[in-house]
């Protein structure tokens, strides 16, 4: 499937207002946590019992409150960012490695090879993921590790679907017979011919499953699924603050929000991304 360019000259392209907005909120959140620790030394682990459930915006030390324990909840959010944002793009880059490479050479090579990785494909689709979450941290446990691996392998097939699809009509180009004809290996024909032709796609589902994984890891870590709860995360800080939502609301709400922002800018990303790519919609 061959990638139709945008006509327009990039400084329109960037001016486009979910462009704008798609990168501030992401680009905010990713400096934050960056600076997260020049900010907040202490990890958002120093408590103040003193100030325990501080209101927000009553104090300049804890602008947005602080939680059952006196921990910054700013401190906490920020941190935890770190974690969800860890989650989101480590999984989603290790789904794509390994669900390019299947598809590419379920795609190609087709046969045997397109059999068994697609039907491995099918069994895994037709499993529910919350009932595969639930065997697999049942059986290796929980942790940040065993969360990026689990998503890993459950989420290698639509890459690898969306790869095969593009491939298997990308084979029978001419390009493609010209370079088998005078004698280029298989692997340069994929890596130099059909590896390119597919990228575009691939950016553009990469962009959505990161904001799509920051929400999965928060709903596992929130059913106690994720990583451990002694690590600051946005799931585990709406879990924590579950029993407090009539009388400490921000506990629960900032983290709510910090969800929603960063989904959102990247949701955005994507969508800005998609029309770049093909304006003509039909990625």
């Known amino acids: 499937m061959a990638i139709v360019e945008d006509s327009r000259p990039w400084s329109r392209r960037l001016r486009n207002l979910e462009f704008i907005l798609g990168?501030?909120?992401?680009?905010?959140?990713?400096?934050?946590?960056?600076?997260?620790?020049?900010?907040?030394?202490?990890?958002?682990?120093?408590?103040d019992l003193t100030a325990r459930l501080l209101p927000p915006f009553q104090s300049w030390a804890h602008p947005l409150g602080t939680d059952p324990v006196g921990r910054d909840v700013l401190a906490r959010v920020v941190t935890g960012g770190g974690i969800s944002l860890t989650v989101g793009f480590a999984s989603v880059a290790g789904a794509v490695v390994l669900g390019t490479l299947a598809g590419l050479v379920a795609g190609y090579y087709r046969g045997l090879w397109d059999l068994v990785l697609m039907r491995c494909a099918d069994v895994q689709q037709a499993l529910p993921f919350i009932l595969i979450a639930l065997t697999f941290i049942a059986i290796l446990g929980g942790g940040l590790d065993r969360v990026?691996?689990?998503?890993?392998?459950?989420?290698?097939?639509?890459?690898?679907?969306?790869?095969r699809g593009?491939?298997?009509?990308?084979?029978?180009?001419?390009?493609?017979?010209?370079?088998a004809a005078i004698g280029v290996r298989d692997h340069r024909i994929i890596?130099?011919?059909?590896?390119?032709?597919?990228?575009?796609?691939?950016?553009?589902?990469?962009?959505l499953n990161v904001a799509n994984n920051i929400l999965l890891?928060?709903?596992?870590?929130?059913?106690?699924?994720?990583v451990d709860p002694l690590i600051p995360?946005?799931?585990?800080?709406?879990?924590d603050g579950r029993t407090y939502v009539q009388?400490?609301?921000?506990?629960?709400?900032?983290?709510?929000?910090?969800?929603?922002l960063t989904v959102l800018g990247l949701n955005l990303l994507g969508d800005w991304l998609r029309d770049v790519l093909d304006p003509t919609g039909k990625l």
């Open 217 to 226: 890891e928060s709903s596992l870590t929130f059913l106690g699924l994720g």
């Open 23 to 47: 990168a501030v909120l992401t680009g905010v959140m990713v400096l934050a946590v960056l600076c997260a620790g020049l900010l907040f030394p202490d990890g958002g682990e120093g408590f």
């Open 166 to 179: 593009s491939v298997l009509s990308l084979r029978e180009s001419e390009f493609v017979q010209a370079a």
């Open 247 to 260: 009388t400490a609301w921000w506990i629960s709400v900032f983290p709510g929000l910090a969800i929603m």
């Open 148 to 163: 990026i691996f689990f998503m890993i392998v459950s989420q290698w097939v639509q890459y690898a679907r969306l790869v």
């Open 191 to 207: 890596l130099d011919h059909l590896l390119p032709n597919v990228l575009g796609p691939i950016i553009i589902l990469m962009t």
């Open 233 to 239: 995360s946005w799931g585990g800080m709406l879990a």
